[in-house]
């Protein structure tokens, strides 16, 4: 069996739109990979408008599914055959997705998951049923996640008050993101 020098470290969202939080993962995949860890960005769908911004450095897998929920069984593959040491999932239906496989695979990474919007408010009234019960889904599997990153006061706030409410696992990060790997 081979072993990494670094950690390897993948990212986890649903595609590569013109979001926030995808833009954002791409700029985290980038930064890891300068300081010389191994990164995998790994989107459900191959959709997106920022695959130009991802340094070569990156290497990029799709799961090619049609939405990120029919991603699970290509993504439990995925965990068994690279075997990350940390896993990075950014939005909330690929942080059920990670959080729902780690469950039933017993794999050993690291989980962090991160948050960018204030969901409770955001998909209560949804038209769409499915939205609507990420709130109920993220009080019950949320607690699964070695970490929960809010991107700010607020997100962090409907996390611990509405959702989660477990305090001591999320940690509100702005601007800077300083990240602290050990073997």
Known sequence: ??????????IFVPTLNGG??????????????KRGFPVHLVIAKNKGVYFHEISEKVTLFSLNAKRTIFSLGAWWSYLRSY??????SVLENANLVAI???????????LVI????????????HSRWDLRLI???????????DRIIAVSDGVAK??????????KFVSFITLSISLRLSN
């Open 1 to 10: 069996m081979t072993t990494r020098q670094n950690p390897l470290i993948t």
């Open 20 to 33: 926030g939080a995808e833009r954002v993962a791409v700029i985290l995949a980038n930064g890891i990979a």
């Open 83 to 88: 075997h990350p040491s940390v896993v990075l």
């Open 100 to 110: 729902w496989t780690r469950l039933f695979s017993k794999l050993p990474a690291q």
């Open 114 to 125: 991160s948050e960018h919007s204030v969901n409770s408010l955001l998909y209560s009234h």
């Open 135 to 145: 709130p109920f889904l993220s009080r019950i599997f949320y607690r699964y996640a």
């Open 158 to 167: 409907d996390l611990i008050n509405k959702r989660c409410q477990l305090k």
